[in-house]
């Protein structure tokens, strides 16, 4: 009992982070219908610029309490990668805004190879290690070990995914964005700014990234320049998951796939007398990807069925 | 010249032929061995990159784990034909299984994702690629079945009863190579492919992919059941792809899941986008490219010790990032690639016009 309580917890601390990625993907595809394959290579960006502050943070100021230079590091972050986000879409994805389907996708593909090697180039090709600057103190949970860095993983997760539940549901731009995702012509003709909303999206999708990328490096204690694949790939299931354009969605599939994948890695063995090992954690994504496309291709809490086209 | 062989195509044909024959020799002899080499991977690409094409090109389906369908082909060879189940089956035996296990697995995969939009396809395929690629890392234990990230070696090599073409042979006082034996091996195969693909391309089939290719909902309208022709393109690429795995563990004697990553899936991709999609020329024009290139790259190496004497960016870290320039700059500015079927160009170029117009339309309805 105490092992399945401790799967649940380290489950949640890893869904809130695929929520974060997840809203990315979600809240472009709800706009613009394209998947942004470059989105898991923004959160590597944010995980390896924060890095590189901190780093360099460290040796001009090392009195500095820890938080404060893991915060440096955020801030310089999250307005770089809302940069990147920004550039991508107007470099890559605008010019291509009535190309056939296809092109659009092997851009971002391009794109994101293109990043991942830019990051290899500056970074290397080596893991690079977040330096012990967080609490690292851990506290009892119903007979599970809850460290300090999990709780305020989840706990910011839930303030950013508040926040951006507020802006969509409540200003302005969120009006604009939800016009905009169930008509770009209509909207324009109400005069919304289309090309802006689109941009504010993309932005506003990279600075989550960001958060998410500096959050799993800090959770892992490691960044590496191949790590945005993986992870952008289950944070797009996580958004499939819960139903690809459903922002609620995104939070709620993001949050069950890290339960399930934290229970599945820590049972897989029982389950096929160890036959597989918890090295197969990175399956279950994969499966429960193909699995709701099987069965339910709208997802959790989409409405609507996915067209054919 | 090009207007004197067009007029006589028999004569062409004779000195193309001619010069496929010679070619590995000419390599050999001006560049040296190891080139040789490199014109049988071009060749195991070409055959990819067409097999790939029948996905991508014709149907227009993007399929971002066709890799998953070589390392299929390739381990089920390894696993038949090598010292590590003490199975020593002949390759006619094991190749046709090959492509026919990776086609299975291609109806599997489509199955249940091609009745959905593009997009999950290429997602769908892509976690493809990924399982694969992570069960043949984890399968050496309990039960020693791909022998994890080691690999599998001392493959068999294709033989021809006593006549393997592993081994240099003497013909009439004239050593050949192995290289260059599985030069002429790759050859008959990469014809054959070419010949299935251009034989499709003008099928009922091949109208079919291209009708669904170009709008799905007019292609149905039209009485094509668009989920089983696509699912037919899907399982035909798969097959190709098995079959060139089998191929390459062949030629290698040695396999692991190293060589089946994701970028291997990209760059054959890549061969396509660049060559020019659904035209065999184009695509073999794009692979051959493809595979020449990095090789040629590693002079940038030797260029960069001449200049700034040392290497300061490894020409195959540079490989990787020229790849995707590549990939964004053609979509941007040359959809159609580098050698496009006329049809296409005229399509691309027209369609620019009808975007502009449609997209100032109000009531235009995409999507």
């Not at chain 1, 969509?168 to 289309?194: F, H, I, P």
Request: glycine fraction near 12%; charge should be neutral.
């Amino acid at each position: 009992m105490d092992i399945f309580i401790q799967q649940l917890i380290n489950g949640l601390v890893l869904g809130s982070i695929y929520a974060l990625v997840a809203l990315g993907y979600t809240m472009v595809y709800g706009i613009l219908e394209l998947i942004n394959f470059a989105h898991g290579e923004v959160t590597m960006m944010g995980a390896m610029v924060a890095l590189a502050v901190i780093g360099a943070l460290m040796g001009v100021a090392p009195d500095l309490p820890g938080i404060v230079i893991v915060l440096g590091g955020v801030l310089v972050a999250v307005p770089v990668c809302m940069l990147l986000g920004f550039g991508i879409e107007r470099l890559a994805y605008r010019p291509l805004r009535n190309a056939p389907r296809l092109a659009p996708l092997i851009t971002a593909i391009g794109l994101s190879i293109v990043l991942q090697n830019v990051a290899m180039l500056i970074w290397g090709r080596q893991y690079i290690a977040f330096p012990p600057l967080l609490p690292q103190d851990s506290h009892a949970l119903f007979g599970a070990h809850v460290s300090t860095l999990q709780l305020f993983i989840v706990a910011l997760s839930i303030v950013v995914m508040l926040g951006l539940w507020f802006t969509v549901q409540k200003t302005r731009l969120g009006r604009a964005m939800r016009a905009t995702a169930q008509s770009r012509e209509v909207a324009a003709l109400m005069g919304v700014n289309v090309n802006g909303v689109i941009a504010a999206t993309f932005v506003i999708g990279s600075a989550l990234a960001a958060l998410a990328g500096v959050m799993v490096s800090a959770y892992y204690g490691l960044a590496h320049y191949y790590m945005g694949f993986l992870l952008g790939l289950k944070a797009f299931s996580a958004a499939v998951l819960g139903g690809i354009g459903n922002i609620a969605g995104a939070m709620l599939g993001g949050l069950l796939l890290g339960v399930i994948e934290a229970l599945g890695a820590g049972y897989i063995g029982d389950l096929t007398g160890g036959f597989l090992g918890s090295n197969y954690q990175d399956v279950f994504a994969f499966f429960i990807l193909i699995l709701v496309l099987v069965f339910r291709p709208s997802g959790l809490l989409g409405e609507r069925v996915a067209s054919r086209a | 010249m090009l207007d004197f062989l067009r007029a006589r195509p028999r004569l062409a044909l004779i000195l193309v032929a001619v010069l496929l024959a010679a070619l590995p020799f000419l390599v050999g002899a001006g560049l040296g061995k190891s080139w040789v080499r490199v014109l049988d991977f071009a060749l195991l690409y070409v055959m990819l990159a067409l097999g790939l094409n029948i996905v991508v090109g014709y149907a227009g389906l993007l399929d971002l784990g066709y890799v998953a369908f070589y390392a299929l082909g390739a381990y089920l060879y390894a696993w038949l034909a090598s010292p590590h189940f003490g199975l020593h089956l002949p390759f006619w035996a094991v190749l046709p299984l090959g492509a026919l296990l990776a086609g299975v697995f291609g109806v599997l995969l489509g199955a249940p994702t091609l009745r959905l939009r593009g997009d999950y396809l290429a997602i769908v395929t892509l976690g493809f690629g990924e399982i694969i690629r992570i069960f043949m890392n984890n399968l050496d234990a309990p039960i020693n079945i791909t022998n994890g990230p080691q690999g599998m070696n001392l493959i068999d090599p294709i033989a021809f009863g006593g006549f393997a073409l592993s081994k240099t042979h003497k013909f009439f006082g004239f050593a050949v190579s192995n290289a260059h034996l599985y030069y002429y091996l790759f050859l008959a195969f990469v014809l054959v492919v070419m010949f299935v693909a251009l034989r499709l391309q003008d099928s009922r089939i091949g109208r079919a992919w291209a009708a669904i290719r170009e709008d799905e909902v007019a292609a149905s309208a039209m009485g094509i059941n668009t989920r089983n022709v696509k699912l037919l393109a899907f399982a035909m690429g798969a097959t190709f792809g098995g079959l060139a795995g089998g191929l390459f563990a062949a030629f290698q004697g040695f396999i692991s899941p190293e060589s089946f990553g994701l970028m291997e899936s990209i760059m054959i991709l890549c061969m396509i986008v660049l060559g020019g999609m659904g035209h065999i020329p184009g695509v073999i024009l794009g692979a051959v490219l493809l595979t020449v290139l990095p090789e040629a790259l590693r002079y940038v190496g030797d260029w960069q010790r001449a200049m700034l004497g040392h290497v300061a960016v490894d020409p195959a870290d540079l490989r990787m990032l020229l790849f995707g320039c590549a990939l964004i700059l053609m979509m941007l500015f040359r959809p159609e690639g580098l050698w496009p079927s006329r049809q296409r160009k005229r399509e691309l170029h027209a369609a620019d016009e009808v975007a502009e117009h449609e997209s100032a339309s109000v009531y235009d309805v995409r999507g």
